[in-house]
């Protein structure tokens, strides 16, 4: 449809595709972020622990931050 | 049946006022074209809002203030109340927000529908409005053309908005020429009967044009071009608010006890609010005189006076009405009450089928309550209760401990509390998806998956409760103390899985679920390791040998089902989800 055409010469003149990509860059950085965010208070939660078996479920939840982490970069 | 002749004979009474008169002909199609403007108006929003309106008033209805409140602006803004009680009988459904707080929500919006009148009194009649009403539609339809929703909906409002003021336009210019040819102001009735004459008319027109907007619209109008007296008009406006709580009451036949709750409260308040204004009609009029002269209006300006009179009157019934909402409450809980042996959808309604956001909400509740079925099932299956195991800092202990048979009939279970519910679930999503974009779509796919998870974790537990049954009540305590260790690993997922529901962060939910499936995958391994040392020792017999290789293969595959299913149903960020299952 010719209309359908023009909206998307305008949406092209305006770079509104391109803030679709920023947001998702942007969700990707923040998901980077929350993951070293939460690897640091998990490390902060093995030292207060005193049982060993919450240590090692943290340590667990690290290691799959780190694997999270990888994946994204 | 006598439904069939009525709509028969009104058809025809349509058709002679059409062909009999010009007047009456222009005045009809006003009103059509108003109620046509009004569905594209409410399509437009809901396109065009993408769900702002659902997340807002999710959040704004913890207090009966807020929710008077909310109402009143969501119904300001959207123009539709019908639209608002759709949304609010699907957060109630899905137990999103208390029943009180739905109540004050519809409050609201009987305050919120009287700025419609505000609209027509300081626009609709007093402009030119045809002139804009064609530009608007052109722009409406070329917009509407667009796949986007935000263009789509913004096309539909203008569209709809267009065809409302071209309604007006219509249907003043069929007063106009109608007062040539008949006064109908000269029919005006005075006192105490014109006021309950009056009432009843506006409460019919609005019972069979089904939008209380509509015949404020047809009030205004032929009050504007002086059809009908200030007093009889304001009794229209009384009548018209009765008459659209007869088009809900009739509209929650086929709903569920929410809705029909909902279509009571509305009922009665509009009928005390109602009675308040008949009775001090003449008293309100003068207050609303005496507030004109203070906002600035004219005191000839009848118009502009209705409007205020008809929301002073919403006003004062809810001040009115309001604080006996608990009262309220506690009248529509005890008579509406769910009986059914068995257990059906909570949560699905079919008016928000045509909301997406609302529909996605009430499927995502529903699922939750086919997974708690589920856990009751496969728990008892287990010879487990949950309130003994779900939380306990020993669940070793509480296993060993529980083994009091717990006679469970998992087909009958599954008749009478899954397969209804999930055929239900399947059956409303199919409906639901039509509207939907791929998005909420894709959010559908995976709620499905999720219930095919649940269904087949009990087609599990199926399997092994025969065994259970067999081997930990036998004599062997090799073979039972390897049963208990199959029920300990089914419990702790559950407890797991419990434990995370209450979790904020989608990142604690994924690593505490994906530490559980490691966790369930080792003991797999260690599981099969230790059954074949037995076989290998001679401590159970080859008959035992394969039940237990069997049962453990249906353990993992329960526990996994479940753990899948709560990723799909506790984790809410799709991004957060993929990596959780990419690993």
Redesign the interface.
Known sequence: MGIEKLFKKVENFFELDKDEQEKKQKKKEKLKQALQDKILSLKDKIQESDSKAKKKEHKKQIELMKDFLQELN | MYKKYIYFLFLLLLAFLILANENAKEIIAGITIFLIGMVFMEDGFKLFSGGILERVLKKTTSSLPKAIFSGFLATSVVQSSSLLTIIIISFLSAELISLSGAIGVIFGSNIGTTTTAWIVSSFGVKIDIAKYALPMIIFGV?LS????KS?KGFGNILLGLGFVFLGIAYMKSGFESLKDAIDLASLAVEGYLGVLIYVGVGAIATVVIQSSSATMALIITALAVGQIEYYNALSLAVGANIGTTVTAIIGSFKSNNNAKRLAVAHLIFNLVTAVVAIVFLYELADLVQFLSSKLGIASDDYILQLALFHTIFNVLGVLFVAPFTNIMVKYLLSIFKTKSVHVTAKYLDKAVINSPEAALSAVQKEVEHLYDNSVEVISHALSLHRHKYIGSDDISCVIEESLTKIETDIDLYYEQNIKDLYSEILYFCTLAQEEMDSQQQDNIYRLKIACRNIVEAIKYVKELQRNIDKFLYGKNDYIRSEYNNLRKNIAKTIDTIYTIRSLE?D??I???I??LK?EIEQLDYIQNGKIDRLIRENKIDSKGATSLINDNVFTHNIAINLIESSITLWVKDK??RT?GR??
């Open positions: 070329v053309f667009k796949d986007e263009y962060d990142l604690d994924i690593s505490k994906k530490v490691d991004d957060i990596l990419g690993q």
